[in-house]
């Protein structure tokens, strides 16, 4: 099992909608949770990051976590053809780690 | 959140020759990370820089050839050596930045060995 699973899509949604982004992962002891942005041919950019059960929202952006289920996603709402990119979930494992371990990625794709 | 600059942007490199990446930060940071990118993949990590430490590597990833130097606070440089085609990636530098939250990425190497 990876440590960290991701849907490679690409996810394809109409612009307007929502468009929802899954990561699963398998050390039951990490701490902190990440989702980048990568546009083709940039380095990642940071969006969100959580480390507290529930929703975090910033701006057209909501992450929610679930450690019970070592569950994360990320919600972009009003998704807009600027959103169209590689979206990355990155998980810091527990206890004195302080790397990074990222998920394969997922190709969102956001049409007119 | 801190800047990176990474240098150079790309290269093209003759096999079994070594390239030196550059990575400076505004701020000074405890850890730095560099990781690799192949086509169409997702980052993984060579190894984890301390200053004033050995550089820690990730499974499948050598010393010899991928030495690292941390010579301060805010700067680091990876080398890749002798290099074979295999070697073709997008190499990017990371830090722990501000909050601790934040991982920041240097806009990235992007090495061609023919």
């Known amino acids: 099992q990876k440590e960290v699973e991701q849907n490679s899509g690409p996810l394809s949604v109409p612009e307007g909608a929502i468009a929802s982004l899954n990561c699963t992962y398998s050390?039951?002891?990490?701490?902190?949770f990440f989702w980048y942005r990568q546009y083709s041919g940039k380095s990642p950019e940071l969006i969100m990051f959580?480390?507290?059960?529930g929703d975090k929202e910033d701006g057209r952006f909501t992450a929610q976590l679930n450690k019970a289920s070592q569950y994360v996603s990320l919600l972009i709402r009003d998704s807009q053809p600027s959103d169209s990119a590689t979206y990355l979930c990155?998980?810091?494992?527990?206890?004195?780690?302080?790397?990074?371990?990222f998920g394969t990625g997922t190709r969102l794709q956001v049409f007119p | 959140s801190a800047v990176i600059s990474q240098k150079p942007s790309r290269d093209i490199c003759q096999r079994g020759t070594s390239l030196t990446i550059q990575c400076q930060v505004d701020?000074?940071?405890?850890?730095m990370f560099w990781y690799r990118q192949q086509p169409g993949q997702s980052l993984t990590l060579i190894a984890t820089?301390?200053?004033?430490?050995?550089?820690?590597?990730e499974s499948g990833f050598v010393i010899d050839k991928f030495p690292i130097s941390r010579p301060n606070l805010t700067f680091s440089t990876l080398t890749v050596s002798n290099m074979s085609p295999e070697d073709s990636s997008i190499y990017l530098c990371?830090?722990?930045?501000?909050?601790?939250?934040?991982?920041?990425f240097g806009s990235g190497t992007r090495l061609t060995v023919v």
């Open positions: 990371s830090a722990r930045t501000g909050d601790g939250y934040g991982y920041t």
């Open positions: 050390d039951r002891g990490s701490q902190s």
């Open positions: 959580i480390y507290s059960n």
């Open positions: 990155a998980v810091k494992g527990s206890y004195n780690t302080d790397k990074l371990i």
């Open positions: 701020s000074q940071v405890t850890m």
């Open positions: 820089a301390n200053q004033g430490s050995e550089a820690t590597y």
